[in-house]
């Protein structure tokens, strides 16, 4: 073997050492910022909309109506809306799962309206019985302060027109 072939060898040969000690670095660094990013995230609190429901609402009433179900949370239905094509994603998450569902809502038109921060009709609920999987919350909005609200694994929706006012099933939470 000559000089400069023997010298070619080992110059390809360090070169391989160089770029596999690269590849390692660039691995246990990749390692390292993602051990780093898990221990630091589970101290972090889980994000407020992670367990909400979608919520499906049914306006019974002649006026548009703004509601709320959360604190800071505010949604509106229109006038006479109560088809089921109303549905706000992330629209409610229990404080816990036994905890009380408190509705405030108020008129947003007619003669009743009322001050964007003034809601006159605070109804509380015991939670509803929430059946097993995937669930959404049907929640209805009647004339003089009336309200019902349960949970559902698949919400009364008509295209045509509104949707029975009186409670289909035993699994209603009311109140006035």
């Known amino acids: 073997m000559s000089e400069r072939s023997g010298m070619k060898a080992r110059r390809s040969k360090f070169g391989r050492w160089v770029a596999l000690g690269v590849v390692a ?3 246990v660094a990749a390692g390292a910022y993602v051990y780093i ?17 979608a919520v499906y609402s049914y306006n019974f009433t002649q006026y548009d109506v703004a509601y709320s179900l959360m604190p800071g949370r505010r949604w509106f ?13 992330f629209g409610y998450k229990p404080a816990a799962p036994d905890a009380p569902m408190q509705i405030s809502w108020r008129y947003d038109s007619g ?12 109804v509380t609920l015991p939670q ?21 609200a349960r949970y559902v694994t698949r919400p009364l929706v008509s295209e045509f ?16």
């Not at 990013?37 to 429901?53: F, H, N, P, T």
């Not at 003669?111 to 605070?122: G, M, S």
């Not at 509803?128 to 019902?148: C, H, N, Q, S, T």
């Open 25 to 27: 670095a660039i691995a």
């Open 37 to 53: 990013e898990r221990s630091q995230l589970k101290d972090i609190q889980r994000s407020a909309l992670e367990g909400s429901v």
């Open 77 to 89: 239905a229109e006038a006479n809306s109560a088809r089921g094509d109303h549905m706000q994603l």
């Open 111 to 122: 003669p009743q309206e009322t001050a964007e921060e003034d809601y006159p009709f605070v």
């Open 128 to 148: 509803p019985r929430r059946p097993a999987g995937a669930v959404v919350l049907e929640l209805r909005i009647y004339p003089d302060g009336k309200a019902a």
């Open 161 to 176: 027109s509104n949707v029975d006012p009186a409670l289909p099933g035993n699994d209603w939470v009311t109140g006035q």
